[in-house]
Every structure is written in C-alpha cells, then in structure tokens.
C-alpha cells in the first residue's frame, strides 16, 4: 500500500483536492475504508522550443529546399511527463500572411516521410500523427503520439522553399506549437 501514487492527468485546471479511499478484501470480508485527501496543483506550462529558431537561413530562388532549424527542440513538461505528445499541433505559416509560394517538405535523405497533406506524418518509419495541412503556405502537424525525442527529430527535418520568380528579400515563418491542452 505504500507505493500507491496518484496522477491528475486531466486538462482542466480543477484544483480542488481530491479524497482517495481504499480497502482490502481478505477473500471474505472489506476491511474499513482509509482515505486521504490528496491536494492537485494545476500546471500547464507553455510548451518551449530551444535552439536555431529565429536564426537566418540563406534560400536561393528556384533552389532545393532549405532545412528551416536543424538544431531545433520542442518541450512540454506535462506532454513528457504523460511519455507521449499525442494531441499536440504545429503549424508553420509567414507571419505577414500565408503564401501559396511558400513550400514546405521534408529534408531529403531525411528520417521524416513525405508531408502529403491527409496523409500519415512518419518519422524513422513510425506514424506520430497527420499532415492536416500542406498547401496555400500553411504546414500544419497533428501528433497522435511519439516521444519529446520523436517529435522534436520531426521539427529539425521540415525544409522549406518558395516557387515565385520574384520572391521576397526575406520571409518571416511563425511556428505555432500547441500542446493540445484545452486547459490554457
């Protein structure tokens, strides 16, 4: 009985404490209920990404894609502790305003699939979720599962590139992580 361990796994930021009661059954008979009260502290720390974004990368016009940020990591402390990202999101769009010019593809040789809008998002072979989104300068992922590891290996392989004969001097890409939680 002294390893028994409780998780608040919801979304919603309930804190009221919650009362656990337990028993023991000898085969015949319910010994009393002991129960304890057990506080809930409500965390929903904003997910973080580290390294590379913001940075400068040179695109040639009508070149081969560019990897966006090869260095980059995401984290979210209640994704990780739950061991998985299932129902997080990213989207990845110009700041000024979405481009059907610009591209967005997985690095060549890379462990991530092709990002066929509808279709599966692999990486190393293992379907994380879905490409709802590839089209119109809009990249937007659905994580049905994998790890902080898998997830953030996905970020580092996106490349991008633009079709325009004219394209602009620079182009500002927003990257939008949600980490599903409806609690904030």
């Not at 940020?69 to 990213?90: F, P, Q, R």
């Amino acid at each position: 009985m002294r390893s028994v361990t409780y998780l608040n796994t919801s979304d919603t930021p309930d804190t009221a404490p919650r009362t656990i009661g337990m028993s023991v059954n000898d085969g015949a008979l319910d010994s009393p209920v002991a129960s304890r009260t057990v506080s809930v502290v409500s965390i929903n720390d904003a997910p973080s990404f580290a390294d590379s974004l913001g940075g400068r990368i040179a695109y040639t016009e009508q070149a081969s894609p560019v990897v966006l940020a090869a260095g980059v990591t995401v984290s979210d402390a209640e994704l990780s502790a739950l061991g998985t990202y299932a129902g997080a999101s990213l989207t990845l769009a110009r700041q000024d305003g979405a481009s059907p010019d610009d591209r967005f593809s997985a690095r060549v040789d890379g462990s991530l699939g092709p990002l066929t809008e509808g279709a599966s998002l692999t990486y190393d072979g293992t379907v994380l979720g879905t490409v709802t989104r590839n089209s119109g300068g809009v990249l937007t992922l659905i994580f049905s599962g994998g790890s902080a590891a898998q997830v953030s290996g996905v970020l580092r392989e996106i490349a991008y590139a633009n079709t325009s004969d004219a394209p602009p001097a620079q182009v500002v890409l927003g990257w939008t992580f949600s980490d599903g939680n409806a609690g904030a």
